[in-house]
């Protein structure tokens, strides 16, 4: 690991101080990401700005939805009693992501900020645009099994790793961010970002400022599954993963959320796929018909062109098992 | 970690410069004192250093450690509790598992420094005594092990597992011990010597 300098931050406002003195400074908090690309030479920061001493980890009730603070970790917001209950997609999908030790360092704002896991951004001696801009991307015609599908350039075809974040876009929840020039807040939605020309972005977040707190609105939604499809039963990146709710009235569908993991840049929110739902009565045929729509744009790049296939049947499968027909 | 390069090295010469700016706004008589003596290696080695202590199976540690230091390496380079192990070094295998605060964590995906004020308990504080934690007993028995080398590791997570009340059967232990991994196979021996701790009903 390259040398740096580490303050332990115990103040919002000192912490970022410290980050706006210093170029290639960070926060760190549970690590678990940071801290392994530091040791493979991919990140470099000359200062690491310890935020784990601040406030942030509260997860409580708010205008009816939840407030779950950075800090949480993820197996705490994963055990919570009311996340379990009232946004069961949460729990699942941070419970498929990682291991149980990960989780139990791992927090909510650093899940967000985990950068890709293409093995290219990992190997320093291969080019690529998010860890060197203008390097090219190795992916791209090399082996590509693990990346994009929807919304890739050439620029770049890395995906999006977490599983937090796939059910955080179902749910429409919102990431408040504090920085030097004040607070603001950021819908799920726009947080992460599509690579265009500058992969090194993987969200819009600026470098100054810090991930305060994940909002997420009440739910309607009665009947929930999240899919997830890798390579091993547990602890393994998704192929292919699903966050799928609907709110159902006896066999009709009032409302759907739908968004996937493991095809994009981003968390990918499937709003056709969900608008062709509203109003149908649950079958196999409507959900096919979903999944169809969602897959309009889809591209394979070679060795990932399975998920072509694979995407589709996750879709229908993770609507078959939340709706349980 | 990195070994201290011999060679001059203009990154850790500016390291040097720009820590010394701000040792004047965190210890001004030590850095400027320093600083009038030029003892430039000092200064960076008092600044690069940074406090911390952590209580280690019992018995608390104060010190000043290079933050590059991960509380793996604290443990077994600093320290000499070797029962730790160094596996993957990229939180991929789990040999590295320690309790924090009762929680169990990734050693090598930690910075000791980020542990400060904390209680670590490592494999070494887990017997009482001469006498076997009820888990190490177990292992033993149902030989959970070939080569051993993951065995601390899935011993600190198996531990946790129960505690975390997450061993409630086969599928359930599998599920949250997927983090430590077993290069041997020794995977359904050491489901079995959970499942009998757990059905002891000890509390562990």
Redesign the interface.
Known sequence: ??????I?SVSQKAAISAITQEPTAKF?A???NL??LM??HVMTP?R?V?I?KLPLRDIKEENKGLHIGALALN?TVAEHASIVKRFPLLAEALNAG?????R??ATVGGNLMQRTRCPYFYDTTTPCNKREPGTGCSALNGFNRMHAIFGATPHCIAVNPSDMNVALMALDASVQVSGPKGDRIIKMQDFHRLPGDQPEKDTILDKNELITAVTIPASTLTHNHYLKVRDR???AFALVSVAAGLTLDGKTIKAARLAMGGVAHKPWRLTAAEQSLQGKQVSIEAFQQAADIAMQGAKGYEHNDFKLKLAPNTIVEALKIASRI | ??KENATPNP??DF?KK??LI?AVALTPTAAIKAADNQLDERIAQA??N?PCSIEINGTKHTMKID??I?LLDLLRERLHLTGTKKGC???QC?AC?VHVDG????SC???A??N?GKKVTTIEGLANGSELHPMQAAFIKHDGFQCGYCTPGQIM?AV??IR?G?ADNEGEI???????ICRCGAYPNIVAAIQEVKKGGKNI
Request: aromatic share 8%.
């Open positions: 690991m390259k040398q740096f300098q580490y332990r760190v549970g690590g678990t801290l392994d040791k493979r000359e690491l310890d784990n197996s990682a291991s149980a030790q990960l139990n360092m039963n547990s602890y | 970690m990195e990154r850790r390291l720009s820590s701000t600044i690069e940074v933050p590059r991960t070094d990229y939180g789990g598992t929680q169990r964590v990734n995906l930690t910075l420094v980020m400060d997570s946790a597992c975390e997450h599998r599920e949250f011990m997927s983090g430590n």
